[in-house]
């Protein structure tokens, strides 16, 4: 068993792989001031409430797009596992070709993301991952990374117009009754809801309006909004909340092999 770190901004997703499975998952807020001790005691703690015992894990991996974790977390899993983590980023020698202007700058969420898509269904895939940020990562079957698209985050799209908007209160971010709302609150969440599904469905017609090969790619969600988006977008495809571990996992056996 080896345990995956998926380091984002807001959060931190752990889980513990047994090959490409995910036995289990938590989720942990990502703060930047964690020493290694405290880091290296967490993990031992969400381990002994999941009744693993923390001798059985043989390795780690780490994808992280927050530098100011990574080197604490990397000490805690060396102390954890007392051989060195495998750390996932542009120069990781990986059967992904990342065929974009500067392979260096792309996030190691977005490199475990389509790694996973392709290895998992050898067809071409466009990845949505609803985070922090909605990123929209292509990839082609044969693992030719094409690039993607960056946008605000559903949540940081409501957190900007409340903190810009004096009399409009913070609410829910839950799919509205009705488009045309009759309170506030059911407008803002037809306005923030309903508009980044829209956005969702326009952008991936739009990525798959350019695609350069004649397969029509499949379209996967992952993130924590995933499940939440899939009834109100139809271009998704699949759900697969556990995608950028599987990834990890995935990496993980690629490198040490």
């Given amino acids: 068993m080896i345990l995956a770190f998926d380091v984002g901004n807001t959060e931190t997703t ?34 002994s409430a999941a009744h693993v015992d923390h ?23 060396r102390k954890l596992v007392d051989a060195e983590p495998i ?7 990986l059967p992904i070709t990342l065929d974009v202007d500067e392979p260096q700058t792309v996030g190691a969420d977005r490199i475990v ?7 998992l269904h050898k067809c071409d895939c466009i990845v949505v991952d ?25 949540q940081m799209s409501a957190e900007s117009l409340f903190r810009k908007t004096s009399k409009l209160p913070a ?13 506030t609150e059911e407008c803002i969440r037809a306005g923030v ?17 350019v695609w350069p090969r004649p397969n029509v790619p499949m379209v996967i969600a992952t993130g924590g909004l995933a499940a939440a988006f899939k009834p109100l977008c139809a271009q998704i495809e699949s759900v697969e909340p556990d995608l950028t571990l599987q990834g990890l996992a995935i990496a993980y056996e690629l490198l040490n092999s």
């Fill in 193 to 209: 809801v309903l508009g980044s599904a829209e956005a969702i469905d326009g952008l991936v017609r739009r990525i798959k309006a």
């Fill in 55 to 77: 001798s059985t894990i043989t390795g780690s991996a780490i994808a992280s797009v927050v530098p100011s974790v990574t080197a604490a977390l990397t000490d805690a899993c």
């Fill in 87 to 93: 750390i996932v980023d542009g120069r990781s020698k």
């Fill in 14 to 47: 752990i889980g513990l792989c047994v090959g490409t499975t995910v036995r289990e998952r938590w989720r942990v807020t990502t703060e930047g001031s964690r020493t290694p001790d405290e880091m290296h005691l967490l993990i031992l703690a969400l381990l």
């Fill in 130 to 154: 609803l985070g922090t940020a909605t990123t929209y990562d292509c990839i082609t079957a044969d693992g030719v990374f094409l690039g993607g698209v960056i946008a605000p985050g559903v």
């Fill in 171 to 183: 609410t829910e971010i839950i799919p509205p009754k009705s488009v045309i709302g009759k309170r």
């Fill in 113 to 119: 993301n389509t790694l996973a898509a392709s290895w």
